[in-house]
Protein backbone atom coordinates (compact mmCIF):
# COMPACT_ATOMS: atom_id res chain seq x y z
CA UNK A 1 0.00 0.00 0.00
CA UNK A 2 2.94 2.32 0.75
CA UNK A 3 4.25 1.90 -2.68
CA UNK A 4 1.17 2.85 -4.38
CA UNK A 5 0.60 5.75 -2.03
CA UNK A 6 3.85 6.96 -3.16
CA UNK A 7 2.65 6.18 -7.03
CA UNK A 8 -0.18 8.03 -6.47
CA UNK A 9 1.56 11.12 -4.62
CA UNK A 10 3.39 11.84 -7.49
CA UNK A 11 1.54 11.61 -10.28
CA UNK A 12 -0.42 14.83 -12.00
CA UNK A 13 -2.48 12.98 -14.50
CA UNK A 14 -4.19 9.54 -13.73
CA UNK A 15 -6.29 7.14 -16.35
CA UNK A 16 -7.63 4.20 -14.62
CA UNK A 17 -9.51 1.49 -16.29
CA UNK A 18 -12.67 -0.32 -14.34
CA UNK A 19 -14.51 -3.34 -15.09
CA UNK A 20 -17.55 -5.39 -13.66
CA UNK A 21 -15.72 -6.10 -9.98
CA UNK A 22 -16.37 -2.30 -8.88
CA UNK A 23 -19.72 -2.52 -10.29
CA UNK A 24 -20.60 -6.17 -7.99
CA UNK A 25 -19.68 -3.87 -4.78
CA UNK A 26 -22.65 -1.91 -5.65
CA UNK A 27 -24.93 -4.97 -5.84
CA UNK A 28 -25.11 -5.14 -9.53
CA UNK A 29 -24.84 -8.45 -11.20
CA UNK A 30 -21.98 -9.45 -13.55
CA UNK A 31 -21.91 -11.65 -16.60
CA UNK A 32 -19.01 -13.91 -14.79
CA UNK A 33 -20.95 -14.37 -11.46
CA UNK A 34 -21.81 -17.99 -10.72
CA UNK A 35 -25.51 -16.14 -9.82
CA UNK A 36 -25.12 -13.85 -12.32
CA UNK A 37 -25.92 -12.89 -15.87
CA UNK A 38 -24.79 -15.78 -17.80
CA UNK A 39 -26.50 -18.25 -15.75
CA UNK A 40 -29.91 -16.19 -16.24
CA UNK A 41 -29.59 -15.75 -19.51
CA UNK A 42 -27.43 -16.98 -22.89
CA UNK A 43 -25.05 -13.96 -24.08
CA UNK A 44 -26.38 -14.94 -27.54
CA UNK A 45 -30.43 -14.28 -26.48
CA UNK A 46 -29.49 -10.97 -25.37
CA UNK A 47 -26.28 -9.29 -25.89
CA UNK A 48 -25.43 -9.66 -30.02
CA UNK A 49 -27.35 -7.91 -32.79
CA UNK A 50 -28.44 -11.12 -34.19
CA UNK A 51 -30.40 -11.64 -30.95
CA UNK A 52 -32.06 -7.94 -31.42
CA UNK A 53 -32.80 -8.50 -34.98
CA UNK A 54 -34.67 -12.04 -33.96
CA UNK A 55 -36.34 -10.83 -30.50
CA UNK A 56 -36.24 -7.27 -29.93
CA UNK A 57 -38.69 -7.97 -26.98
CA UNK A 58 -36.81 -10.27 -25.25
CA UNK A 59 -33.42 -8.04 -25.69
CA UNK A 60 -35.65 -4.96 -24.25
CA UNK A 61 -36.81 -7.15 -21.45
CA UNK A 62 -33.64 -7.84 -20.27
CA UNK A 63 -32.15 -4.45 -20.75
CA UNK A 64 -35.02 -2.98 -18.70
CA UNK A 65 -34.18 -5.11 -16.03
CA UNK A 66 -30.09 -4.38 -16.01
CA UNK A 67 -32.32 -0.34 -15.83
CA UNK A 68 -33.98 -1.21 -12.85
CA UNK A 69 -31.45 -2.40 -10.77
CA UNK A 70 -29.41 0.79 -12.06
CA UNK A 71 -32.11 2.88 -10.86
CA UNK A 72 -31.03 1.52 -7.49
CA UNK A 73 -28.02 1.47 -6.93
CA UNK A 74 -25.81 3.72 -5.62
CA UNK A 75 -21.89 4.43 -6.38
CA UNK A 76 -19.65 2.96 -3.61
CA UNK A 77 -16.30 4.44 -1.67
CA UNK A 78 -14.51 2.91 -4.67
CA UNK A 79 -16.32 5.28 -6.99
CA UNK A 80 -16.53 7.94 -4.78
CA UNK A 81 -12.93 8.11 -4.34
CA UNK A 82 -11.98 7.96 -7.82
CA UNK A 83 -14.39 10.89 -8.58
CA UNK A 84 -13.08 12.93 -5.18
CA UNK A 85 -8.86 11.88 -6.86
CA UNK A 86 -9.95 14.51 -9.56
CA UNK A 87 -9.70 17.43 -7.13
CA UNK A 88 -6.02 16.73 -6.37
CA UNK A 89 -4.87 15.79 -10.01
CA UNK A 90 -4.58 17.76 -13.30
CA UNK A 91 -6.33 15.02 -15.27
CA UNK A 92 -8.26 11.84 -14.31
CA UNK A 93 -9.78 10.15 -17.00
CA UNK A 94 -11.82 6.66 -16.20
CA UNK A 95 -12.00 4.09 -18.85
CA UNK A 96 -15.02 2.17 -17.94
CA UNK A 97 -15.95 -1.58 -19.50
CA UNK A 98 -19.15 -0.64 -17.24
CA UNK A 99 -22.44 0.31 -18.60
CA UNK A 100 -24.04 1.36 -15.87
CA UNK A 101 -23.19 5.00 -15.79
CA UNK A 102 -21.87 4.78 -11.42
CA UNK A 103 -18.95 6.38 -12.16
CA UNK A 104 -20.70 9.60 -13.70
CA UNK A 105 -22.97 8.73 -10.16
CA UNK A 106 -20.12 9.69 -8.08
CA UNK A 107 -19.18 12.77 -9.85
CA UNK A 108 -16.41 11.57 -12.26
CA UNK A 109 -16.38 13.99 -15.26
CA UNK A 110 -14.01 12.37 -17.49
CA UNK A 111 -15.48 9.46 -18.25
CA UNK A 112 -14.67 6.86 -21.28
CA UNK A 113 -17.35 4.23 -21.58
CA UNK A 114 -15.55 1.60 -23.69
CA UNK A 115 -19.15 -0.94 -24.06
CA UNK A 116 -21.81 2.35 -24.14
CA UNK A 117 -24.12 2.63 -21.33
CA UNK A 118 -27.86 1.13 -20.25
CA UNK A 119 -29.20 4.21 -20.07
CA UNK A 120 -28.69 5.47 -23.76
CA UNK A 121 -30.94 3.90 -26.84
CA UNK A 122 -30.37 4.68 -30.45
CA UNK A 123 -31.83 3.91 -33.87
CA UNK A 124 -30.87 0.57 -35.15
CA UNK A 125 -31.15 1.15 -38.19
CA UNK A 126 -29.83 4.89 -38.86
CA UNK A 127 -28.06 5.79 -35.69
CA UNK A 128 -29.59 8.59 -34.02
CA UNK A 129 -29.74 9.15 -30.60
CA UNK A 130 -32.56 8.88 -28.12
CA UNK A 131 -33.11 11.54 -25.19
CA UNK A 132 -35.28 11.16 -22.15
CA UNK A 133 -36.01 7.76 -22.11
CA UNK A 134 -37.88 5.88 -18.69
CA UNK A 135 -36.15 3.24 -16.61
CA UNK A 136 -38.88 1.06 -18.43
CA UNK A 137 -38.42 1.44 -22.14
CA UNK A 138 -41.27 0.33 -24.27
CA UNK A 139 -40.12 -3.35 -25.93
CA UNK A 140 -40.93 -1.71 -29.29
CA UNK A 141 -39.88 1.63 -29.37
CA UNK A 142 -39.26 3.44 -32.67
CA UNK A 143 -36.94 6.25 -34.04
CA UNK A 144 -38.10 9.60 -34.35
CA UNK A 145 -36.20 10.01 -38.14
CA UNK A 146 -36.78 7.03 -39.46
CA UNK A 147 -38.93 3.51 -39.23
CA UNK A 148 -35.95 1.74 -37.55
CA UNK A 149 -36.30 0.52 -33.83
CA UNK A 150 -34.58 1.70 -30.76
CA UNK A 151 -31.69 -0.65 -29.50
CA UNK A 152 -30.02 -0.59 -26.01
CA UNK A 153 -26.34 2.25 -26.82
CA UNK A 154 -24.12 -1.15 -25.82
CA UNK A 155 -21.28 -2.13 -27.92
CA UNK A 156 -22.74 -6.11 -27.97
CA UNK A 157 -20.57 -8.78 -28.91
CA UNK A 158 -19.14 -9.31 -31.95
CA UNK A 159 -19.76 -5.36 -32.65
CA UNK A 160 -16.81 -3.23 -32.57
CA UNK A 161 -16.14 -0.33 -30.21
CA UNK A 162 -16.31 3.20 -31.17
CA UNK A 163 -13.42 4.93 -32.77
CA UNK A 164 -14.40 8.25 -31.16
CA UNK A 165 -14.08 6.16 -27.50
CA UNK A 166 -11.05 3.87 -28.49
CA UNK A 167 -9.08 6.90 -29.32
CA UNK A 168 -9.88 8.80 -26.15
CA UNK A 169 -9.06 5.76 -24.36
CA UNK A 170 -5.07 5.71 -26.37
CA UNK A 171 -4.66 9.36 -25.67
CA UNK A 172 -5.39 8.97 -22.30
CA UNK A 173 -2.97 6.02 -21.51
CA UNK A 174 -0.28 7.82 -23.35
CA UNK A 175 -1.11 11.38 -21.09
CA UNK A 176 -1.23 9.64 -18.05
CA UNK A 177 2.16 9.39 -15.40
CA UNK A 178 0.05 6.80 -13.71
CA UNK A 179 -1.99 3.97 -14.67
CA UNK A 180 -4.62 2.04 -12.48
CA UNK A 181 -6.42 -1.28 -13.30
CA UNK A 182 -9.47 -1.67 -11.19
CA UNK A 183 -12.10 -4.77 -10.67
CA UNK A 184 -10.81 -6.57 -13.90
CA UNK A 185 -9.57 -9.74 -14.54
CA UNK A 186 -7.57 -7.99 -17.89
CA UNK A 187 -8.62 -10.95 -20.16
CA UNK A 188 -11.35 -9.20 -22.29
CA UNK A 189 -9.88 -6.93 -25.28
CA UNK A 190 -9.46 -4.26 -26.38
CA UNK A 191 -9.28 -2.88 -22.90
CA UNK A 192 -6.60 -5.50 -21.49
CA UNK A 193 -4.44 -4.48 -24.03
CA UNK A 194 -4.62 -0.58 -22.35
CA UNK A 195 -2.75 -2.21 -18.98
CA UNK A 196 -0.24 -3.96 -20.71
CA UNK A 197 0.34 -1.19 -22.82
CA UNK A 198 1.02 0.92 -19.97
CA UNK A 199 3.65 -1.98 -18.41
CA UNK A 200 5.46 -1.55 -21.98
CA UNK A 201 5.52 2.29 -21.14
CA UNK A 202 6.72 2.49 -18.18
CA UNK A 203 4.67 4.43 -16.12
CA UNK A 204 3.34 3.30 -12.67
CA UNK A 205 0.47 0.85 -12.89
CA UNK A 206 -1.71 -0.06 -9.76
CA UNK A 207 -4.11 -3.26 -9.57
CA UNK A 208 -6.68 -3.32 -7.38
CA UNK A 209 -8.59 -6.49 -7.59
CA UNK A 210 -9.73 -9.85 -5.01
CA UNK A 211 -7.64 -11.87 -7.09
CA UNK A 212 -4.41 -12.51 -9.47
CA UNK A 213 -4.97 -12.01 -12.56
CA UNK A 214 -2.26 -12.19 -15.81
CA UNK A 215 -1.45 -8.36 -15.31
CA UNK A 216 -0.36 -9.10 -11.29
CA UNK A 217 3.33 -10.04 -11.88
CA UNK A 218 3.60 -7.39 -13.67
CA UNK A 219 2.68 -4.18 -12.34
CA UNK A 220 4.17 -1.96 -10.38
CA UNK A 221 1.41 -2.62 -7.30
CA UNK A 222 -0.86 -5.12 -7.03
CA UNK A 223 -3.48 -5.02 -4.17
CA UNK A 224 -5.59 -7.63 -3.24
CA UNK A 225 -9.41 -6.75 -2.30
CA UNK A 226 -12.90 -4.98 -2.74
CA UNK A 227 -12.41 -1.94 -4.73
CA UNK A 228 -14.52 0.31 -2.06
CA UNK A 229 -12.21 -0.80 0.61
CA UNK A 230 -8.96 -0.60 -1.11
CA UNK A 231 -9.45 3.04 -3.21
CA UNK A 232 -10.19 5.25 0.07
CA UNK A 233 -6.94 4.02 1.44
CA UNK A 234 -4.80 4.40 -1.51
CA UNK A 235 -5.87 7.31 -2.66
CA UNK A 236 -6.15 9.33 0.79
CA UNK A 237 -9.75 9.89 0.58
Same mark, same amino acid.
Given at each position: ?47 ? @? ?139 ? @? ?47
Amino acid at each position: MAQGRKLVAGARRVAVLTGAGISAESGLATFRDSGGLWENHRVEDVAT @PQAFARDPVLVWEFYNARRRAGAQARPNPGHLALAALEQRKESVVIITQNVDGLHQKAGSTRVVELHGNIWRARCARCGRAAADLPVEVPFLSYCASCPGLLRPDIVWFGEALAPRDLEAAAAALQDCGLFMVVGTSAQVQ @PAASFAFAAVGRGVGVIEVNKEETPLSSLVSVSLRGEAGEVLPALLFV
